[in-house]
């Protein structure tokens, strides 16, 4: 770790909601900061996000990232315009997870987090004509809800230009060089920039930029990119208002109630999770029509009165998935490439721990000591999948995203 002193001025590559929250939460610390992004704010994995914003972990870490984050959320005017809209979250569980779900309750009161149990009668509430048979134990998070993931990433950036941060748009990193203690990115448009320290956030695409910049494939992060297709649908009149998210990990999805009016279906399978996709393949077609019939089958099983919905679009995104489902925030120095770090692998839930993200790599890069920092950034270390210290999930084969 350089010092505080050696770090005043830091690159960020990728203008996600990763890149925009980091570059935003050193700026505001008084760093020079540019950012660099190939295509538009928000234009990667983060503008197809479903962003949805909970607290419900079975982590003691993440959940306290979670509740930090959702805070910002909730306070986030200070910054800009984010979409938050709190709907609640509904999740119910069956079998081998009900123990867990008990034990989860606990911990996240404990945390400050607003678990309620909540019998079925409530669930019913909000969608009478429900098949809850299969539901042992239902938990309900009224503060949860969702965002929207352009307007914040593109809100992190502009307060970042408030504390005097630079955005590009429009030019792809193309190398970057590490020597004598100065970091420099080269682009597409042949210019070179230098910093003290350079932050990829560059998602499923991080392996590809480390290989330009000369890292061996064996010495490569463990991560891979896996497809995940949303389907957006209209409701019909018995669903319409505003809903809670309803988790449905007994059928591996969940259904987000957006607006008044519109759901999306998204995917909890962990299958789906290990799948391994090409991040230059071709996403925008991957979802077929049986996709499309599975999804709808679930949905209408969980909740009859939703055959009469009809599909309006749909979209398909990648998740940058690591070993044990969360983010690699670390030095890259082992691997050869002094003063630059990483914060990728988020797995499919990075939006909602934006704000936690843009924390933790502020104070890797301006505190010298990890106690002082208000999340120990050495949990999220690269080796600590080779080491054995991965950051579970209590629950079992409900996706990664718990
Ligand atoms: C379908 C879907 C649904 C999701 N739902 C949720 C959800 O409900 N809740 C939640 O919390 N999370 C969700 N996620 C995950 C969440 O959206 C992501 O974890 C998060 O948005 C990732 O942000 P990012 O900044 O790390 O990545 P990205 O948004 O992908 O940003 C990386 C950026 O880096 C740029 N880049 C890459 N290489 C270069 C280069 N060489 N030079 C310059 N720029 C470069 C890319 O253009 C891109 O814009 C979902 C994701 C998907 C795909």
Redesign the pocket.
């Known amino acids: 770790m350089v010092s505080d002193k050696a770090i005043n001025s830091v690159i960020v ?7 925009c929250s980091i570059a935003y939460n050193l700026a505001s610390r008084g760093k020079k900061v540019r950012l ?4 538009s704010i ?12 909970r607290t419900h972990y079975s982590n003691e870490l993440i959940s306290s990232m979670a509740l930090y984050s959702i805070k910002e959320f909730m306070n986030f005017s200070y910054i800009g315009y984010s979409g938050f809209t709190k709907t609640g979250m509904v999740f119910p569980f069956n079998g081998v997870n009900v123990d867990t779900a008990r034990e989860n309750f606990k911990m996240l009161r404990g945390l400050g987090i607003d678990e309620q149990e909540i019998p079925v009668e409530k669930v019913r509430e909000f969608f009478p004509d429900i098949d809850s048979s299969d539901f042992d134990y239902i938990l309900y998070e009224p503060d949860s809800g ?1 965002a929207d ?1 352009v307007a914040t990433s593109n809100a992190y950036a502009s307060a970042a230009v408030k504390y005097g941060a630079e955005i590009i748009t429009g ?4 190398n970057i060089v590490a020597v004598n203690g100065k970091t420099t990115v080269e682009t597409d448009r042949g210019e070179s920039y230098n910093a003290d320290a350079v932050v990829m ?5 991080t392996n590809k ?1 480390l290989n330009k910049a000369g890292i061996a494939e064996g010495d490569l992060l463990p991560i891979y990119a896996s497809v ?1 297709d ?1 389907i957006y649908l209209r409701r019909p009149e018995i669903y319409k208002g505003i809903k809670p998210t309803l988790w449905d990990p007994q059928k591996s999805a969940y259904y987000k109630m957006e607006g008044t009016s519109v759901t999306a279906i ?1 995917s909890l399978d962990p299958l789906i999770d290990r799948t391994k996709f090409d991040p230059d393949g071709d996403v925008e077609n991957h979802i077929n029509d049986e996709y499309i019939e599975k999804y709808l089958e679930k949905l209408t099983e969980r909740l009859p009165g939703m055959e009469n919905a009809s599909v309006i679009s749909t ?6 998935m690591s070993p044990d489902g969360q983010a690699i925030i670390d030095s890259l120095s082992e691997i050869g490439l002094k003063n630059v770090y990483v ?2 692998g ?1 797995s ?7 704000p936690a993200y843009g924390r933790i790599v502020a104070d890797m890069l301006t505190l010298q000591d990890p106690d002082k920092a208000l999340f120990d950034w050495r949990y999220f270390s690269a080796d600590r999948f080779r080491k054995g210290k991965t950051i579970r999930s209590m629950y079992s084969e409900i996706g990664t995203i718990y």
């Open positions: 590559i990728g203008g996600g909601s990763s890149g660099i992004e190939r295509g928000a234009s990667g994995n983060t503008g197809k996000s479903s962003a949805l914003v969702y993931p030019r792809s990193v193309t956030a560059t998602n499923v695409w930029l995940h949303t998204g979209v398909s995104g990648l998740y940058d914060c990728a988020l499919g839930h990075g939006f909602k721990l934006s």
